[in-house]
């Protein structure tokens, strides 16, 4: 019987789980997976609980990996569900609940695949590996890192990964990613002295100097965009003093400003460039600006070859759509599997993710299986 992915889908669903409590999803995989045949541990770390199934031998020649979250964002306000948020609903051929889109019904549909798999035509000195983790949506410090230091300390690897994230943008099928675009913050401190704002002259006001360096940044061109990368975007997305008074001058004011970089930049020169500016606003306006950047994730690129030709023909041949190459969108766990292996993502579309009422069309999730299948088939042909 083969495996069903909307009731396993349903079922991870019905497991409140999140970020970071388990509600029992990885649980519920792990005895899955091991009835058939996988073996199966736990790589927890912190309050995060991860999962590593692999069926096959460790040291076989070709090793294919899935990788993907169960834990999801916080339903917001339930009240303004038409459903129960972890319900796991069915009707007019949806599938509703948390998780429903981002990404349950994709570690279902590439659960249910390997399972499936496995089953039917065991490859020889072959593979499956599924790294799951409960922390993508969260700080993701013990998420996928953990699983790919656990996988190092225990001497497992993956030759080749995919991250079953939602991808496609209109329809099931046109987008697979082969990069992600970096993502750094930079938080600004601008520090003058507080004052009566009638005796502007006895002050030096931290405002004037936030607002030249926050248009600085802003006007900046990065780039002009790179072979498989748009532009590089600066977003400055909070400027704020806690001064309520009309008659006073603040002290200090912070600003922070978002950059989703390509593979033109790295973190530390876009570091390097920040502190740069922030250094000549600071003199100009003789006030102390303090600078400190928190890195989410470097850019990178799996080129063009013959993981993403793999998933490009399953796709094709299942749905009749060839998809696009892209980098683009936010950050995704495959900025840490990349240091480990090639790795490209494909799945869902994902119309409905962190939204109220999130839902799942059934059958994006019954052809999401038959293309991670096709995917694991040619793969091991």
Not at 29 to 55: P, Q, Y
Not at 99 to 104: I, P
């Amino acid at each position: 019987m083969p495996t069903d992915p909307i009731a396993l889908t349903a079922d991870l669903i019905r497991c409140p789980s999140v970020t970071p409590e388990e509600g029992g999803a990885l649980t519920l995989l792990a005895e899955r997976l091991s009835t058939a045949g996988f073996e199966c541990h736990r790589a927890d770390r912190g309050d995060v609980a991860n999962l590593f199934a692999r069926w096959g031998p460790k040291n076989a020649a070709r090793r294919f990996g899935f990788n993907g979250h169960t834990d999801v964002v916080p339903v917001g306000d339930a009240e303004a569900w038409s459903v129960p948020p972890f319900g796991a609903q069915r009707r007019d051929g949806q599938l509703w609940g948390r998780g429903a889109t981002d990404m349950k019904s994709g570690v279902a549909a590439f659960a249910a695949a390997a399972i499936d798999f496995v089953t039917e035509t065991p490859p020889e000195d072959g593979a499956v590996i599924l790294a799951i983790t409960g922390d993508e949506e969260g700080p993701a410090l013990d998420g996928t890192k953990a699983l790919l230091d656990w996988m190092e300390a225990q001497g497992e690897s993956m030759s080749v990964c995919l991250v079953g994230e939602p991808t496609s943008r209109e329809r099931l099928g046109d987008t697979v990613k082969i990069g992600r675009r970096g993502s750094l913050s930079a938080f600004f401190t601008v520090t003058g002295v507080q004052g009566h704002s009638a005796y502007p002259h006895r002050a030096r006001n931290p405002l004037p100097a936030m607002a030249r360096l926050m248009d600085r940044l802003a006007s900046a061109t990065l780039d002009g965009g790179t072979e498989h990368f748009d532009p590089s975007t600066l977003a400055v997305v909070t400027i704020d003093t806690g001064n309520p008074a009309t008659n006073v001058i603040p002290a200090s004011c912070r600003g922070t400003v978002n950059i989703r970089f390509n593979d033109a930049h790295s973190g530390a020169s876009l570091t390097r460039w920040l502190e740069a500016q922030a250094a000549e606003v600071a003199a100009a306006f003789d006030v102390g600006i303090e600078t400190k950047i928190k890195l989410s994730g470097e850019a990178f690129l799996t080129p063009p070859g013959s993981l993403s030709d793999l998933v490009v023909a399953a796709v094709a041949a299942e749905t009749g759509v060839r998809p696009e190459l892209s980098t683009s969108g936010g950050t995704s766990d495959a900025r840490f599997v990349k240091d480990h292996c090639p790795v490209v993502e494909f799945g869902l579309t994902g119309r409905t993710m962190h939204q109220v009422d999130e839902h799942v069309p059934e059958a994006e999730v019954v052809a999401l299986k038959a293309i991670y299948a096709r995917i694991l088939r040619d793969y091991f042909a």
